[in-house]
């Protein structure tokens, strides 16, 4: 295993308190971020003040230490590492590995996914720029729920999509436990149920714009969300497909559906911000592209009201055997 690459090693020490900051990037199993790092602000006694860590990450994530104990954290940073290290990976062996004569990356089917891999990354530092803007330590977050249940519940997904797509690219040597393939799957998994099930988060993502435009007496979905700062231009892209009447006694499957909508529009706005800041503008434009036709797959799912009914005493009559006809031969 290559050693850990420093990227930042410093300690100040300043009125009686002391600042100790190492990032390392890192291809230890114990760190599925990439990053092993710690930033420290405690006294000169000893005593810790405020410490960000993932000593534990593989068992409990990313942690927030203070004085009163020690507490579990979501923010898109935990992505970040974990999205570049996929998106490397999977350049790389698209330009190796060599298929009918030509690298993969010269596939279009390839090309689609690492473009889809590329749209996680550049929506995950959209996120991480929006995040350290409007979550400061000293600023109450608690009329910001739309916005963490979007950012948990989205990254967590593109994590997941992310590993799924590096592990079809790189085939049976990325199913083993030992690659990066293989373990980004496993790894990134549990996020997308803990720390709240995102199937639940997207349900409290429509509950609350729902509960928004009851109070606006607005029932059209795009005039809402046209008048609102975190969705007003990202939506645009979706004039005409969002420009319906709400029904506010959605069934509880269709909430989630709308969630998913409603968070990659916002993520989405994230996205156009990030790029109004000089972000490469070719990066901008195939994460927006690629949102676009992932929420207009969603819209089809969500205007499909018809529900499979779950057949609980299925076993009678349910084996094929019993329908299998004797040769004749």
Request: hydrophobic content about 35%.
């Given at each position: ?14 009125d ?75 350049i790389q062996?698209?330009?190796e ?60 997904d ?17 199913y ?43 029932t ?8 609102q ?36 529009v916002?993520t ?16 901008v434009?195939?994460?927006l ?37 004797p040769?004749t031969s």
């Amino acid at each position: 295993m290559a050693s850990p690459t420093t990227i930042a090693d410093w300690k100040d020490v300043e009125d009686g308190y002391v600042v100790d900051v190492t990032i390392r990037q890192t291809a230890d199993e114990q760190y599925p971020s990439g990053c092993d790092y710690s930033l420290h602000l405690g006294t000169l006694g000893g005593d810790t003040i405020l410490r960000y860590d993932n000593a534990h990450e593989r068992s409990k994530g990313h942690e927030r230490h203070a004085g009163d104990g020690v507490e579990r954290i979501e923010f898109p940073g935990m992505g970040m590492g974990f999205l570049k290290r996929l998106l490397d990976e999977a350049i790389q062996h698209a330009r190796e590995r060599v298929v009918g004569g030509k690298p993969l990356i010269r596939y279009d089917q390839v090309k689609r996914r690492i473009a889809h891999i590329q749209a996680a990354y550049t929506a995950c530092s959209a996120m991480c720029l929006h995040t350290s803007e409007n979550a400061n330590l000293d600023e109450n977050l608690a009329g910001k729920a739309l916005e963490a249940n979007t950012i948990k519940s989205v990254v967590t997904d593109l994590m997941q999509n992310a590993s799924q797509s590096l592990l079809q690219l790189t085939g049976g040597k990325g199913y083993r436990l030992d690659h990066v393939a293989g373990r980004s799957v496993v790894d990134s998994r549990p996020f997308q149920i803990f720390e709240g099930s995102n199937d639940v988060l997207y349900q409290q993502i429509t509950e609350s714009v729902l509960k928004s435009m009851r109070q606006a007496k607005e029932t059209n979905l795009y005039e809402f969300l046209k008048s609102q700062d975190l969705s007003h231009r990202a939506v645009d892209y979706f004039e005409d497909t969002l420009d319906f009447e709400v029904d506010f006694s959605l069934p509880q499957r269709k909430m989630v559906d709308l969630g998913r909508i409603l968070g990659r529009v916002l993520t989405m706005e994230m996205v156009i911000e990030l790029g109004d800041r000089g972000f490469r503008s070719d990066l901008v434009a195939n994460c927006l592209d690629a949102f676009r036709s992932r929420v207009d797959g969603m819209l089809t799912s969500y205007r499909d009201f018809s529900l499979p009914g779950a057949i609980e005493d299925y076993v009678d009559g349910s084996s094929w055997l019993d329908y299998v006809q004797p040769s004749t031969s």
